[in-house]
């Protein structure tokens, strides 16, 4: 049985533009540009106007999720456990997560004023490539850097 793992999370802008990647294994550059590649080839094939739907793809051994909202499209690349039903609740963690957190919906105005604590609340939800926090006081205290007992 295999467990499998989250290998990376990408926030791109509906034009393509990269603007937060983690991958959770050692992948080269080389790598890094497929995956990046097999994100672009899929979101260019479907209508990024459907916001908030969920859209899968296949990558080597592996799937992957992404999500439009507003200008932004956030990505999952996952194998295992993690398969598209996994990775969708991932995302929609992560973004839920965010306007919590930050006040406001994820855009790339607001990625770039509140990088630092978006980037803390997406570790809080996927560290090392495990889904690690879904309640929302516990992800606030850890984008904050509270310990969870405070």
């Given at each position: ?85 996994a990775l969708s ?22 990625f770039f004023e ?30 904050k850097g509270k310990?969870?007992?405070?």
């Amino acid at each position: 049985m295999e467990f499998g793992r989250i290998h990376c999370v990408v926030v791109a802008t509906k034009a393509g533009e990269v603007v937060y990647e983690r991958y959770y294994d050692r992948y080269t550059e080389l790598d890094k540009a497929e995956v990046r590649a097999a994100f672009q080839q899929a979101t260019d094939s479907i209508n990024l106007a459907n916001d908030n739907q969920d859209f899968v793809g296949a990558f080597r051994e592996g799937c992957f999720v992404f999500i439009p909202t507003m200008d932004l499209v956030f990505y999952a690349l996952g194998s295992g456990e993690y398969d598209e039903m996994a990775l969708s609740g991932v995302l929609r963690v992560i973004m839920i997560s965010i306007a919590d957190v930050v006040g406001k919906p994820p855009t790339e105005s607001v990625f770039f004023e509140k990088y630092a604590r978006i980037a803390s609340v997406i570790d809080e939800v996927v560290n090392e490539g495990m889904l690690e926090a879904v309640d929302k006081e516990l992800i606030r205290k850890g984008a904050k850097g509270k310990g969870t007992w405070e």
